[in-house]
């Protein structure tokens, strides 16, 4: 089964509109992180946000926030006043607490293309 | 200078040629990882380290191997390339703190004809 999941291949928003990107994700562990990542045209990998899954409040970094649904096992990004630089491709990743003896690697999901429309 | 720099940046070789792809970091970090990036697929893990004498195999190791040179360098090295090979190729550092949050390096794009 997949462990994260992005079911939107590809989205597009108006300059200075809201928009969520959806993630949700499978796991048995309790302890648990959740990141985006950001992957414009020219192909570095930007941290975006972070969640932890004790985190009681939903995290936010500027114009980013994460909507965070424990019991749904979602992590979507909201992104608010879009810009043209906010296009790209966008990644939900997680990383589980396992026991020692895990390397606790990140998890991507497949992505999601952003075009920010003027 | 960045902080995990991959070098080469782009790279075009031949079928059955051998390659490494080269990491270094100045984050200090003991984990690094290789990832691999094909399109609709996202990243997949090839191979990580959490120190010098520690090599784990990744979700797809076959065709890879790698080298933990030292604390701040871990390569990966593509035995006998293939064109089902040709993609971003990623490698990441992290501490092994709660959040562990990845630091990536620029990406190698890797082409096998």
């Known amino acids: 089964a997949q462990k994260i999941t992005q079911t939107q291949p590809g989205m597009f928003v108006q300059e200075k509109e809201a928009v969520t990107l959806d993630c949700t994700y499978d796991t048995s562990d309790q302890s648990y992180g959740l990141f985006w990542y950001k992957q414009p045209s020219s192909g570095e990998m930007i941290f975006l946000i972070y969640q932890g899954s004790y985190d009681e409040q939903n995290a936010t970094e500027g114009r980013y926030s994460l909507n965070f649904q424990k019991a749904r096992k979602s992590a979507n990004l909201v992104i608010s006043a879009s810009q043209l630089g906010d296009s790209a491709m966008y990644f939900c990743a997680m990383r589980e607490g396992r026991s020692s003896g895990s390397a606790r690697q990140l998890t991507f999901g497949s992505g999601t293309q952003l075009t920010v429309l003027p | 200078d960045a902080d995990v720099t991959q070098t080469p940046r782009n790279r075009i070789t031949k079928t059955g040629k051998r390659i490494m792809l080269e990491c270094s970091q100045t984050?200090?970090?003991?984990?690094m990882y290789w990832y691999r990036q094909d399109p609709g697929l996202g990243l997949r893990l090839i191979y990580y380290s959490f120190d010098v004498k520690d090599i784990n195999k990744g979700e797809i190791s076959d065709g890879y191997s790698v080298s933990r040179q030292a604390q701040a360098k871990f390569s990966l090295s593509l035995e006998s390339a293939i064109p089902n090979q040709t993609a971003l190729y990623f490698c990441?550092?992290?501490?092994?703190?709660?959040?562990?949050?990845?630091?990536f390096g620029q990406g190698t794009r890797l082409t096998v004809v």
């Open positions: 990441a550092t992290s501490d092994s703190g709660r959040r562990a949050e990845a630091f």
């Open positions: 984050k200090g970090h003991d984990r």
